[in-house]
């Protein structure tokens, strides 16, 4: 191909389906097989944090984690995107034939198409055209399973469909099944704007009261003084898997334990177990959803109440799939949604999957003062401000340890050892240090305990407040810093 050309592929799936002959008028429903999918990339400017090649590999993913066969691919680089459809005529053309050649059932752009250019390509291939967002939100509707999941999906779905209805009338007839119309896509055709709309402040109002409840829920955890630990990053980093790793280790009690699935977004809803960790004591520990390059704006608007799980944590562990090459590339986009967020929590980078990185031994993690690195060695983005990293594998538990004693370390800064005592007269008192902080010692008295634990500052001038007797009190380096810093 000569410098500067027009990148331009079209490469059949090598399967005896898309062999070549007279083409299959009935959908994929009536073939009762998966979907049949054309991937079309465009390309212009300088491009984003991925490259071209990571961009269609990523769309790949996407279309299989929603089910769908990919069973060519085409691409193009311009310019400038072309505002009627996005591709130039010709590759318009070139990918109609494409469909009717590979008997595709759904084309799958890699860009966000405005609500024209979906209509003038669906016009001109003849065929069903969704884009990245839609297929995005369309695996998110298969995968919510709760009662708030499936309504911030569905608000997601509607926010995103409501600037499409104008001058639809023809295209809302696919809205029948298939990818990029489940969940709340299967309305009836007559659906307009206005019920939309009145649908949309429904489901603002539910969430509102999810979001309430959600914010009582963060406040007992606060006066019970136990620490939150969410696990954020990519999706597909591994972070329900390690999740259930932490859980089956340190958890309370015996129980089912979800474990991670090697697909994007297995993880939508949220999931906060307690464990005990070493050293600390009593932890929740917060399992949430993963993020990717692009993350439509809807789903973030419609995730907020999930979301502020993690800024309502005490530390973040950003999760990283250490075996991909571009994880320096995802760090980066994890720590600007999180930017965007508001997260102001110490953050400790956890490079995950290191067992499939060559010459990889546990032995090679360092301490978190030595700042983030990655699998290969390289800096991780955002190294002045994270608070260390730990390499490890949450597949086969390798690593754990220095992940306890990294967190253990992180959560300490503002806790204080003291030593209070508490009078028989008030076991409820002694209960809420066990539930509060770590025990360290307890030792029985003539008339009480003296009990030995690391403690929130916070939770040290409640007891005293309501009974305890404070004997010692010695704060970690953060934290008896901020003691002196407020009694001064």
Same mark, same amino acid.
């Given at each position: 191909?000569?410098? %500067? ?5 079209? &490469? ?18 009536? #073939? ?13 400017g ?11 590999e990523?769309l790949? $993913? ?13 691409r ?57 967002t ?18 911030q ?16 009338? $023809? ?6 099944? %298939? ?24 489901l ?20 019970a003084g ?11 980093a591994?972070k ?6 932490l859980?089956?280790r340190f ?7 979800t ?7 297995d ?15 009593? &932890?929740l &520990? ?8 692009d /993350? ?26 250490a075996s991909q ?21 110490? #953050? ?14 546990p ?9 983030? &690195? ?13 608070a260390?990293?730990?390499r490890?594998s ?5 690593? /754990? $340890?220095?992940?306890?004693?990294a967190?253990a ?8 050892r ?24 307890e ?18 001038g409640? /007891?005293?407040?309501?009974g305890c ?16 810093e407020?009694?001064?």
């Amino acid at each position: 191909m000569a410098p %500067g050309a027009p990148a331009t592929s079209a &490469v059949p799936a090598a399967s005896a389906a898309a062999a070549a002959g007279p083409q299959d008028p009935r959908t994929a429903q009536e #073939r009762r097989g998966p979907e049949r999918a054309l991937l079309v990339g465009v390309a212009w400017g300088r491009g984003g944090r991925l490259s071209f090649d990571e961009r269609m590999e990523e769309l790949r $993913e996407l279309a299989r984690s929603a089910g769908a066969e990919v069973v060519g691919e085409i691409r193009q680089r311009r310019g400038r995107p072309d505002p009627a459809t996005l591709i130039g005529p010709g590759k318009v053309q070139e990918v109609a034939e494409a469909r009717r050649r590979l008997e595709a059932d759904v084309i799958i752009f890699d860009r966000n198409l405005t609500p024209a250019q979906q209509r003038n390509l669906e016009r001109a291939i003849g065929g069903k055209v969704i884009d990245r967002t839609q297929l995005i939100l369309d695996i998110f509707a298969a995968r919510a399973r709760t009662r708030e999941g499936q309504l911030q999906v569905e608000l997601a779905q509607l926010q995103y469909l409501l600037p499409r209805l104008v001058g639809m009338g $023809e295209a809302l007839s696919r809205l029948g099944g %298939g990818i990029g119309t489940r969940g709340p896509g299967e309305t009836r055709l007559e659906v307009d704007r206005r019920r939309i709309r009145g649908r949309i402040a429904e489901l603002r109002r539910m969430l509102s009261e999810v979001r309430r409840h959600r914010a009582v829920q963060r406040r007992g955890r606060r006066r019970a003084g136990i620490p939150v630990v969410a696990l954020v990053g990519y999706t597909n980093a591994g972070k329900t898997t390690l999740h259930a790793a932490l859980v089956r280790r340190f958890g309370e009690a015996a129980g089912p334990v979800t474990a991670g699935r090697d697909r994007l977004f297995d993880t939508l809803d949220p999931t906060v177990r307690r464990v005990v960790w070493p050293g600390v004591g009593p &932890v929740l &520990v917060a399992d949430t959803v993963g993020f990717i390059h692009d /993350l439509p704006p809807q789903l973030i608007a419609a995730f907020r109440a999930t979301l502020e799980e993690v800024l309502d944590a005490d530390l973040l562990l950003h999760v990283v799939d250490a075996s991909q090459p571009r994880w320096p590339v995802d760090v980066e986009t994890v720590e600007a949604i999180l930017d965007d967020l508001g997260a102001r929590q110490p #953050r400790l980078l956890v490079m995950n999957k290191m067992d499939r990185v060559p010459g990889w031994g546990p032995e090679a993690n360092r301490p978190p003062a030595d700042g983030p &690195v990655g699998g290969d060695g390289r800096d991780a983005p955002g190294a002045g401000r994270d608070a260390g990293a730990v390499r490890l594998s949450a597949r086969t538990g390798e690593g /754990l $340890e220095a992940l306890a004693a990294a967190v253990a370390a992180l959560l300490e800064r503002g806790r204080w050892r003291v030593t209070v005592w508490v009078p028989y007269r008030r076991p409820d008192l002694r209960a809420r240090i066990h539930a509060a902080g770590s025990v360290l010692a307890e030792e029985p008295g003539p008339d009480g305990w003296a009990v030995t634990a690391l403690l929130p500052e916070a939770e040290v001038g409640r /007891l005293e407040r309501s009974g305890c007797r404070l004997v010692t009190a010695a704060g970690t380096a953060a934290g008896a810093a901020a003691g002196a810093e407020a009694s001064s």
